[in-house]
């Protein structure tokens, strides 16, 4: 189904080089997530938006950076800089937060990086 | 800081049998407390909420702040119920930001 779509589903990476994990939304939703998932650990955030151009580090931000360009994108990019990087990454999107309450957030069905 | 726990990484039961998934959280705020379920080859989902007060799919969880705990419970379990639950925090005017637990795998045997 539609939503969220994470590309590619599976992602290879060599030692030293960077790359790029993308997640699009077309639900028209103001605020976007970064979640890294291991065995055991839940999932931990890496990087969250509330609103375009502006992005917020999360619980695990080093070795990763993100960009919020448009409403519907938000591509995170994992750099040499991150030593652990073999991981099931999530993308999650979520109306932004009115009143009290806290709106859910939608996932996509992820990505798995490897090393190589 | 804030923190999940959930205590059981595994919880194995017969089908027909009740099941309770344990979430003890530590927060000093007014949490609002959330299950996720992943089913196989699904995406994760949102399963409840607390400030909902509702059942689904036969599940409920209350919120009790005296023992910090948001227990996931349901009286007959069914072998469609086995999947991957986590119990997630957030704090009322937080920006939705959501602190995990480590998640527990049930399976609902025949």
């Known amino acids: 189904d539609g939503g969220i779509t994470q590309s590619p589903k599976y992602l290879f990476r060599k030692e030293g080089q960077n790359v790029t994990l993308s997640c699009e939304q077309n639900?028209?939703?103001?605020?976007m997530y970064w979640y890294r998932q291991d065995p055991g650990q839940g999932l931990r955030l890496i990087y969250y938006?509330?609103?375009?151009?502006?992005?917020q580090k999360g619980d695990i931000a080093e070795g990763y950076s993100v960009s919020r360009e448009k409403k519907e994108s938000f591509p995170l990019t994992v750099t040499s800089a991150q030593k652990n990087p073999t991981a099931f990454y999530l993308c999650?999107?979520?109306?932004?937060?009115?009143?009290?309450?806290?709106?859910?957030?939608?996932f996509g069905d992820g990505t798995r990086l490897s090393i190589l | 800081a804030q923190r999940v726990t959930q205590p059981e990484k595994l919880l194995s039961v017969f089908k027909g049998a009740p099941v309770e998934l344990k979430c003890n959280y530590s927060?000093?705020?007014?949490?609002?407390l959330f299950w996720y379920v992943q089913y196989s080859r699904q995406r994760l989902q949102l399963l409840l909420r607390?400030?909902s007060r509702e059942s689904i799919k036969g599940f409920t969880a209350d919120l009790n702040k005296g023992e910090t705990s948001f227990h996931l419970k349901k009286p007959f379990a069914q072998e469609e119920d086995s999947a991957m639950y986590y119990c997630?925090?957030?704090?009322?005017?937080?920006?939705?930001?959501?602190?995990f637990g480590g998640g527990t795998r049930l399976m609902v045997k025949p």
């Open positions: 639900l028209n939703h103001d605020a």
């Open positions: 997630a925090l957030s704090g009322r005017n937080a920006g939705n930001m959501l602190t």
């Open positions: 927060y000093s705020g007014s949490p609002e």
């Open positions: 607390h400030i």
């Open positions: 938006s509330q609103i375009v151009n502006d992005f």
């Open positions: 999650a999107s979520s109306s932004r937060d009115r009143g009290l309450d806290n709106q859910p957030q939608h």
